[in-house]
């Protein structure tokens, strides 16, 4: 499924491993985050890239000690109308201040981009929105009322001068 | 009033924008009607029985004389010359064409008016007391917290996909005109020690469950508001339940956790922002808010022209009793607060059509200081009124069949649309109110019976708040046929409760009748004028009206 981070379309050399499905043979993996924490050791020291997939009911505070040696979280979106994702992402991002790719998988559309990349994501794993229209999405709003975790300052802001 | 600076307009702008290009992409067929259902309903684009329905936002009810003219002329072109104002402040055209909507939405946002989260399941607009800074039982103006939160809940990114919709509602006064008790969140605006704060109120709500909010604060000061209202944001969005359309609601989340357990969840939740995430709005955006909300300057009022409203009045019974009846104490002396009736005898509850929209909007300019109010009682109201001016005004709008004298009387009912528009509906509303406001017409039996609301909602949705109201009608579909359930005893002020189902459901010709026997058992057991309704109802209980009720059955 193409993946579209920083303004371009990149190879995904990530492997989603679920359950408790054997991960020999894969380089860069992620798994649930209850197989993670189950095994957080053995993961850290595989020789080779890791990440977590959330899904909605997951807690990302669970993460908070291994956030430095993530690359990569996905959250996971069932549904496109299921909008807990998002609050895992400003936790991650805001609270947490987590520095490693967080990439938006399963029902991905266009007209959640802009809201997703506020709230935190830089990667999106879509196979209904190209790349075209993912970067026009980005843009669709020059201003945002409230800060979040991009860098928009927002308008209570922009107006008093940055204040 | 709040008038939008660069930043809102481009944001506008950018949604019209955005919104053209999503019925683009909805018309060629490269969004799917269940893809592109989110994003118009966050457009307040809903599909109704006949036609697509726009609604417009008024933020906390708020509008001035060219914004007025400006729904009016929406109407004109794009609908079939009238439009209905809703329980929400809101105004909704009911005819207009999917292709038409970017069209609207660019001539509203010329005038600084928008659709933006009027519907879906984010958070909506942020309703308010409609005599804020006027009335004269007010603590301070509720409506610049209500635009600060206006903007703070717009394009909130993390809270477009909530489990469902939700609702804000604010009031500064000691009685209270927002129905806070009945909304997701409800906001008491207090002092305390030279503080303003906010007494915060949590799940509550009608529809099928309905529920009455629970104080989760006693106080949050207004440094901190924003910051909380994101903890009780973040807290519904992460653990509302996302199973069942109907059990998704806050009040089901406060309901099942208790609200004790709910408001340490958000307390927690506030308790965990570090510094760096709070929204820290600064001193001066809040100074430059209120400002826009200062009081005009009242004219002062000579004794000789309260003389001349007083002799107005003697000499002209039809204005004194719209006077005694449609006007509100306000708090500058030679003004009064107008409720502009749109329930005439025979109309549908809320509707006005684009000439009446256009007077309305003259006369606001001409004798009210240009600012107009929407209520949630589905009236308009102009806010600020030198009393000299009233008499001219009444006729004006006497005229227009705007000037029935029937502020929160019998027949000032609150009416959803119904089954005649609306989709979700089982039952006609507008029909049974007509009926009911028939034999009630008359308006000196109308004061007689005094104070009484009756809601009426076609469905168990309950837009038209039949739980709340003091006798409640709610339309209901029994195997094919529009019957209609009686509940007593609902209010939605400071003491709001949610009414109780009186007994079997009646059909529509039996309403009238039924609401008849209700009214003269409580003529007959009230202890004086001065006892109204709802009062002589908790007094005595349930039993007479029932037994008044079935009796004949």
């Known amino acids: 499924m193409p993946l579209l981070k920083d303004g371009r379309e990149i190879p995904n050399d990530w492997v ?52 430095d040696r ?94 | 009033m709040y008038r939008y600076d660069e930043f809102d307009a481009r944001l506008v702008g950018d949604r019209v924008a955005q919104f053209r290009g999503q019925v683009a992409r909805r ?33 906390y009810g708020q509008l001035d004389g060219a914004k007025l003219r400006r729904l009016a002329e929406v109407s004109r072109r794009y609908d079939r010359g009238y439009g209905h104002f809703t329980t929400r402040q809101n105004v909704q055209f009911n005819w207009v064409g999917l292709g038409d909507i970017p069209d609207i939405l660019e001539f509203l946002a010329g005038e600084g008016l928008h659709a933006i989260q009027t519907s879906g399941n984010c958070i909506r607009n942020v309703t308010s007391d409609h005599f804020a800074g006027a009335a004269a039982d007010e603590l301070m103006d509720p409506r610049p917290w209500c ?26 006064a000691a009685h209270d005109r927002a129905a806070i008790a009945v909304h997701d969140i409800g906001l008491r605006i207090l002092e305390r020690n030279g503080v303003v704060g906010f007494e915060v109120h949590a799940g509550g709500g009608q529809g099928r469950t309905p529920l ?70 600064p001193q001066a955006e809040i100074d430059r808010i209120h400002a826009y909300f200062a009081p005009p300057d009242f004219v002062p009022v000579s004794a000789e022209e309260a ?82 001016h009233l008499y001219a005004l009444w006729q004006a709008l006497e005229a227009a069949s705007l000037a029935t004298p029937n502020e929160s009387l019998i027949t000032d009912m609150i009416v959803c649309p119904g089954l005649d528009y609306c989709n979700l509906a089982n039952a006609r509303s507008i029909p049974v109110s007509q009926a009911v406001a028939q034999l009630f017409a008359e308006t000196k039996y109308q004061r007689e019976i005094g104070r009484l609301h009756i809601n009426i909602s076609g469905c168990i949705n309950a837009c038209g708040h039949h739980h709340v109201g003091h006798i409640g009608i709610l339309g209901v579909d029994r195997k094919g046929e529009e019957v209609y359930q009686i509940s007593l005893g609902g209010r939605a002020d400071e003491k709001a409760a949610i009414g109780g189902i009186a007994g079997p459901a009646l059909k529509a010709e039996d309403v009238p009748g039924a609401v008849k026997r209700i009214v003269d058992t409580y003529l007959s057991l009230r202890r004086g004028r001065d006892e109204i309704f709802i009062d002589t109802l908790a007094r005595t209980g349930m039993e007479p009206f029932k037994e008044a009720l079935y009796a004949a059955a």
């Open chain 2, 147 to 172: 635009e600060i939160i206006r903007q703070w809940s717009s394009f909130h990114p993390e809270f477009a996909f909530l489990p469902r919709k939700f609702k804000i509602a604010v009031t500064a």
């Open chain 2, 27 to 59: 018309l060629s067929g490269e969004l799917k009607e269940d893809e592109f259902k989110p994003l118009r309903l966050q457009n307040g684009v809903y599909l109704q029985l006949h036609a697509y329905m726009l609604r417009v936002a008024i933020p």
């Open chain 1, 16 to 67: 989603f491993v679920d359950g408790d499905a054997p991960i020999e043979g894969v380089r860069a993996v992620t798994v649930p985050l209850e197989r993670y924490l189950a095994d957080v050791a053995s993961y850290e020291g595989r020789n080779a890239p890791v990440g977590v997939r959330l899904q909605p009911e997951d807690d990302p505070d669970a993460l908070v000690p291994h956030l």
């Open chain 2, 307 to 388: 003389a001349l409203f007083d002799a107005a009045q003697a000499a002209d019974v039809d204005f004194a009793e719209w006077c005694g009846v449609n006007l509100h104490p306000h708090r500058q002396p030679g003004h009064a607060s107008v409720t502009v009736s749109l329930k005439p005898v025979g109309g549908a509850a809320g509707d006005a059509t684009a000439e009446q929209m256009d007077l309305v909007a003259g006369l606001a300019e001409r004798y009210a200081y240009d600012d107009i109010r929407v209520s949630h009682a589905q009236n308009l109201v102009l806010p600020h009124v030198p009393v000299v």
């Open chain 2, 212 to 281: 009455l909010a629970a104080k989760i604060r006693d106080f949050v000061p207004e440094t901190d508001i924003l910051d909380y209202l994101e903890a009780v944001l973040r807290v519904y969005n992460r653990h509302g339940r996302r199973d069942n359309k109907y059990k998704a609601r806050i009040k089901i989340l406060v309901h099942e956790l208790g609200a004790e357990e709910f408001s340490r969840q958000v307390d927690a939740e506030f308790a965990a922002q570090g510094g760096h995430e709070k929204i820290a709005l």
């Open chain 1, 70 to 163: 993530l690359e990569l979280i996905e959250i996971s979106f069932p549904k496109y109308t299921d909008g807990r994702g998002y609050s895992q992402a400003q936790l991650l991002r805001r609270r947490h201040l987590y520095r490693g790719e967080l990439r938006a998988v399963g029902e991905v559309l266009r007209d959640q981009i802009f809201y997703m990349n506020r709230s935190g994501f830089d990667a999106y794993e879509t196979a209904r929105a190209d790349l075209p229209s993912v970067m026009e999405a980005l843009r669709e709003f020059r201003d945002a009322y409230q800060p979040a975790a991009d860098r928009r300052v927002p308008a209570f802001r922009a107006r008093h001068g940055n204040l």
